[in-house]
């Protein structure tokens, strides 16, 4: 495994504290299957303050990304999850698809189930310069962070067109500082939106 960074790219500007994306999103439920399958598996190596590779798994890359936005999974059920897979990670033989799967919570044990019986591959609908991606675990340095990015900005999407909608309130405009912090807000949006853009590059292109 090369050396890597906890992310391709540097903390947001200001963190996206409010997600509002629904339980059953698609973004969260690729989120979800990449845990279940692939949660317990090294993603990338990264150095440390004294310069050691330190290897960090696809279960910590995950939590830690969406900590560093103070971002939670909008399900509980999900969330639980995560955190479930972190306490875990360091048990010996320890699989994230074999523990979940045998869950004694039953809607633990019902999801992991379907997300671990679908045979669907991220890779395939994944492509850099128009070719495909080879398997999911070849690739889980570039499909992991894919993944968090499609899901953070459809958030920062929402976010956006509600503050695009404030703008709709005729009452706003007669007051210049309201107006004020809603124009800067909207422009703060638009720049995050660009660079968790900017961060995916090659966009995921996932057919209808």
Not at 70 to 93: C, G, K, R, T, V
Request: hydrophobic letters at 40%; proline letters at 4%.
């Amino acid at each position: 495994m090369e050396k890597g960074s906890e992310s391709d790219s540097e903390p947001l500007e200001q963190n996206l504290a409010t997600n509002t994306q629904e339980p059953t999103s698609p973004n969260e439920l690729l989120i979800m299957k990449m845990l279940v399958r692939y949660g317990e598996k090294i993603m990338i190596n990264i150095q440390n303050e004294k310069g050691d590779l330190i290897p960090l798994t696809v279960a910590e890359f995950i939590a830690q990304d969406l900590k560093r936005d103070e971002l939670i999974l909008s399900s509980p059920l999900h969330q639980q999850m995560l955190e479930d897979a972190i306490s875990h990670l360091h048990d010996e033989n320890f699989c994230c698809e074999k523990y979940f799967v045998n869950h004694p919570d039953m809607a633990i044990s019902s999801l992991a189930c379907n997300l671990a019986s679908d045979q669907y591959t991220l890779s395939k609908i994944f492509t850099r310069g128009g070719v495909e991606l080879a398997t999911d675990v070849d690739n889980l340095h570039e499909l992991i962070p894919r993944v968090l990015s499609d899901y953070k900005i459809v958030i920062v999407e929402d976010e956006l067109r509600r503050a695009q909608k404030s703008l709709q309130d005729p009452s706003i405009y007669s007051d210049m500082e309201k107006l004020r912090e809603a124009m800067i807000r909207i422009k703060h949006l638009q720049n995050i939106r660009n660079q968790i853009a900017h961060i995916v590059g090659d966009r995921i292109v996932i057919p209808e």
